[in-house]
């Protein structure tokens, strides 16, 4: 067949004029999508799914999850810029004015952690994090106000007078302070929340919640073997055990004839809330759950650097031993520490915070975009979630200088 048959020409006109159609539409479209898409921070969104969460999650087992933050600040020179983790595509704030305006814009954002958490702490995964919080907030602060917090600092050092004894003075060799220190803040938040007082009861505790936070920031993937599937396992040993504590307070408070507030527990269990309900032991439990999750990790880590430090540094441990001993010497024998004497502690209060400011116990915290919002010229999306970092600024050479030196004054 003669291709250059004129009975072919119709056919290649029309196929001709598709095709310029179809250009033309096609390029004013992109224009158009061009001109009215937001302008995002620098960054990559990495895999699909899981994003850049494997490379976070490397770099926190090496002990260094703050490079994560720091090689792509630096990279992309911006306090701001975007990533995805944990399934979500998510902004990352740096810097004081980035926590600034995420912290002082509550109609714009929201509270917001990751799905895991509201799968392996909350029994109930149909209501998000934040509406299951919301509700019981003020009951809980009513209780964990700082009177309670004084009143409780006795009870604090007699545990701390115990476990020292059991656990430290009885060690010869080598000793591993952030198991130990893991033992000592298990009882002292089991004690505070629940009253359960029983160490024994409390052993596989630390393991457990360490395994519950690590199943928190790993990929979801329910699968024999996987860090996750041993976070669900962990979850339900926890969560067994308290509601075994609430059943025993409960039975304990129903025999006294004036019971008495001694515990978060029993607070709970005694006190209405603001609609003269109590709450249910389904939401006690998850509350509990929370808060021991939320402390456990924050307070041995603090005290395991504060420990760390203490012993790199001879010369601050001198100043904080005199300042201790001082306090000491004043006191009775066998008479615990108050309010009072923590107040004196003024010299030790600057340690820890600078210990805290080098490491950071919460690293990273997250919201939620509520709506298109704007910082620094750039366009966060609605649902997109935002990352706030401490440690940016922590280690920021334009707010302290030479901010890798220990400085406690």
Partial sequence: MDIYSPSLFPGLLLCT???????????ILRKHKSLIRPNLPPGKTGWPIVGETPQLLLLGQKGHPEKFIHDRKNKHSSDVFRTSLFGDNMVFFCGPAANKFLFSNDNLVVTWWPKTLNQLVFSDTS???VGKIKPYRNLILGFLKMDAIKDYIPTMDSIAVR??????ETKTGEVVVNELVKKYSTVVA??????????ERLAGFPDRFAGVVAGILSVPINFPGTTFNKAIKDAKFLQKEIVVAIKEKKSTLEKEENPVVRDLLSYLLL??????????????SDRIMGLLIAGHDTTSSVLT??????AELPHIYQEVYKEVMEIANAKATEELLNWNDINKMKYTWNVVC?????VPPAQIGFKEALADITFAGFTIPKGWKACWSAHSTHNDPAYFPNPNRFDPT
């Fill in 354 to 358: 600078e210990a805290m400011r080098l």
């Fill in 17 to 27: 004029s598709l095709a310029l159609i179809f250009l033309f539409s096609f390029s």
């Fill in 305 to 310: 650097l504060t420990i760390k430090y203490l």
């Fill in 271 to 284: 006190t209405p809330d603001q609609n003269g309900k109590l709450m249910s032991e389904e939401d006690m």
């Fill in 190 to 199: 089991c004690q505070l929340l629940m009253g359960v007082k029983d160490h």
């Fill in 163 to 168: 476990h020292i004894e059991k656990e430290w």
């Fill in 127 to 129: 209501t998000s994090i």
